[in-house]
């Protein structure tokens, strides 16, 4: 049974070609973070090795084994992770790209036969971080693909990949999931209760996986909630204090950059409701558990202060995928980011 839900054309693409045998050598699965790119992956993975009659069944021994990362033809790797793997015990060290020696190691594997299954499956995610050298080796093996191999590039930029490692893939967009759909899916089979059902579907803008993470690992939420009170303080804070911040914000980014993508979304998201509250559209606004503190903050801020730091904030987005320096690109957010004024008890603005 396919995991992933919101997805039903792809789905039933994928259907009909495991039943008539027209599986192509490669996919590329697009679309935002944790909309469900991983699920749909593992899920091809188990379909392509499963020994059910539904494919995949998602209870025969070798789906099983696949879902605990433990079978030896499907095989892993991302930016911030291992090669997983029955058949080596190489690890890769957190870096800031996917390089030529990952690359190679897995085209020597890719060379052999299937030790447990009808398929060897390669999942490479985040493959818009693949250098230009380990890029240029992946569409050496895709213009000849040895048989019974597949595989799996999932990007959520995929403007940063090769056009023609994209051209030998059959491209796969996953769409954002309607909002009504991911909060049923929660309350149903999830059973969370419904008040934290709806702020969880707000958070994740139609990605579930999102959404699934922080039902299991309460964390993410608490993380959040940390980042937001740091994120509050920093418009009454010192230029030092600021810049000490900055300093955090590139060596997180440089060390994982899931982790500093994802606070660069929450001050996005915080810096777009500031902007709807002052615009009146409240009601729009995506943290709505802190729908208080948004007013209280908005109310020392301009429209104009808010849409000009929103602009620089959506700027820094792209630019810290082009390798720019990350200290540098976050110390000038810093400096961009506007004072919060109140009035004193005379009534007189302050800063």
């Known amino acids: 049974m396919w995991q992933v839900i919101g997805q039903d054309k792809i789905l039933s693409l994928l259907d009909y070609s495991l039943k008539t045998?027209?599986?192509?050598?490669?996919y590329l699965l697009v679309g935002p973070r944790h909309v469900g790119k991983g699920t749909l992956?593992?899920?091809?993975?188990?379909?392509?090795?499963?020994?059910?009659?539904?494919?995949?069944?998602?209870?025969c021994r070798s789906c099983q084994r696949i879902l605990a990362g433990k079978h030896a033809d499907v095989i892993s790797i991302s930016l911030d992770s291992r090669i997983e793997s029955a058949v080596t015990s190489n690890s890769l060290?957190?870096?800031?790209?996917?390089?030529?020696?990952?690359?190679?190691?897995?085209?020597?594997?890719?060379?052999?036969p299937p030790y447990?299954?009808?398929?060897?499956?390669?999942?490479?995610?985040?493959?818009?971080?693949?250098?230009?050298?380990?890029?240029?080796?992946?569409?050496?093996?895709?213009?000849?693909?040895?048989?019974?191999?597949?595989?799996?590039?999932?990007?959520?930029?995929?403007?940063?990949?090769?056009?023609?490692?994209?051209?030998?893939?059959?491209?796969?967009?996953?769409?954002?999931?309607?909002?009504?759909?991911?909060?049923?899916?929660?309350?149903?089979?999830?059973?969370?209760?419904?008040?934290?059902?709806?702020?969880?579907?707000?958070?994740?803008h139609g990605r579930p996986g999102w959404a699934l993470s922080a039902v299991a690992n309460a964390d993410?939420?608490?993380?959040?909630?940390?980042?937001?009170?740091?994120?509050?303080?920093?418009?009454?804070?010192?230029?030092?204090?600021?810049?000490?911040?900055?300093?955090?914000l590139a060596s997180q980014f440089s060390r994982k950059r899931r982790a500093g993508a994802e606070i660069m979304e929450i001050?996005?998201?915080?810096?777009?409701?500031?902007m709807l509250i002052k615009g009146g559209c409240k009601e729009a606004i995506t943290n709505v558990d802190y729908e208080i503190a948004l007013e209280k903050q908005a109310r020392g801020l301009s429209l104009g202060q808010i849409k000009e730091f929103l602009a620089n904030l959506c700027l820094l987005q792209e630019e810290v995928y082009k390798n720019v320096n990350p200290r540098l690109a976050f110390e000038s957010l810093m400096l961009n980011l506007p004072r919060k004024t109140e009035l004193n008890k005379n009534g007189i603005t302050k800063v």
């Open 21 to 26: 045998n027209t599986l192509a050598h490669a």
């Open 41 to 59: 992956a593992f899920n091809l993975a188990q379909a392509l090795n499963c020994d059910g009659a539904e494919l995949p069944c998602g209870q």
């Open 220 to 248: 993410i939420l608490e993380q959040r909630s940390q980042r937001i009170t740091r994120l509050f303080s920093l418009l009454t804070a010192s230029l030092e204090q600021r810049f000490t911040y900055a300093q955090e």
């Open 93 to 112: 060290e957190h870096k800031t790209e996917i390089g030529i020696k990952d690359m190679l190691e897995l085209q020597r594997m890719a060379s052999l």
């Open 267 to 274: 001050w996005r998201d915080w810096w777009h409701d500031l």
């Open 116 to 204: 447990e299954g009808k398929y060897k499956v390669f999942i490479i995610d985040d493959a818009e971080y693949l250098s230009t050298e380990a890029a240029n080796a992946l569409l050496k093996i895709l213009e000849e693909p040895p048989p019974s191999v597949v595989w799996l590039l999932l990007a959520a930029e995929e403007e940063h990949l090769l056009p023609t490692v994209i051209s030998r893939c059959q491209r796969l967009e996953l769409k954002i999931v309607p909002s009504k759909q991911v909060q049923e899916m929660l309350i149903k089979s999830y059973n969370v209760d419904a008040e934290k059902a709806e702020l969880l579907t707000q958070l994740c």
